[in-house]
């Protein structure tokens, strides 16, 4: 049977991207990123895709005066790519409740936050600000109230003394890249079952989707 097929949406750098086309390289996916699409031509992901072997497309926000407009392109774009799956990873754009129902239950999203804490920007800032001890990262299914879609995976990681905003976005960083991977495999795999607000993971013997990141002493 064919792999399910993933669009990927970025707006930048791209590491989450890469975790996912190296998980996809060493068969640990068990989904194809055919295709990734940016909000900017600038992106240093979409070179991160070219050399993988995907499609890449640009669709500018800049050049849609509304959001609307924007959205509208955003998902005739998505749809030419014909995906079983679409994933938010790194993607900086607010979408409307249409092009959020047009994936319903097809579209995931990874938030430097353990949700429903800090949804939105400048998360490790304000983890920081309230001396919170743990901190993480989530992925969910993308629903049209920004950042709290029904989780599927959590990573947490500690906060430590010494943390400034760029620290503690590393150790996120790192443990997002271990998540996205676990959680996109499982939708892949047919193993997510949404049941209310809540995500059932089936078969996981050890809870790749729920971690716990502690860094060696
Ligand atoms: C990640 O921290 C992601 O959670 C957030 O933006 C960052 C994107 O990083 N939404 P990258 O482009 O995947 O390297």
């Known amino acids: 049977m064919a792999l399910p097929r993933i669009t990927v949406l970025i707006s930048g750098r791209g590491s989450n991207l890469a975790s996912l086309l190296a998980a996809e390289k060493a068969g ?8 990734v699409i940016s909000n900017r031509a600038d992106a240093a992901g979409l070179a991160v895709a070219l050399a ?7 669709v500018d926000h800049r050049a849609h005066a509304e959001r609307e407009r924007f959205d509208a392109a955003l998902a005739a774009a998505v749809d030419a790519s014909r995906p079983d799956l679409v994933v938010l990873a790194g993607f900086m754009r607010i979408l409307g409740p249409d092009f959020v129902g047009r994936y319903r239950d097809r579209m995931l999203n990874i938030h430097p936050s353990l949700l429903p804490c800090y949804p939105g920007l400048h998360t490790h800032r304000r983890a920081l600000e309230d ?26 990681v500690p906060v430590l003394p010494d943390d400034d905003a760029a620290t503690l ?17 499982a939708f892949c795999e047919g193993r997510l079952a949404i049941v209310g607000r809540r995500v059932r993971v089936r078969g996981e013997r050890t809870p790749a989707t729920a971690a716990l990141f502690v860094p060696a002493a």
Do not use: K, S, W, Y
């Not at 993988?52 to 640009?58: K, P």
């Not at 743990?134 to 029904?150: K, N, S």
């Open 169 to 185: 976005a590393a150790r996120v960083l790192a443990a997002e890249h271990a998540l996205l991977p676990a959680a996109v495999r």
């Open 28 to 35: 640990r996916l068990h989904g194809t990123v055919e295709t």
């Open 131 to 156: 001396g919170a001890r743990i901190h993480g990262c989530t992925v969910h299914f993308v629903t049209a109230d920004l950042d709290h879609g029904p989780i599927v995976g959590q990573a947490a």
């Open 52 to 58: 993988h072997g995907a499609r890449i497309n640009v």
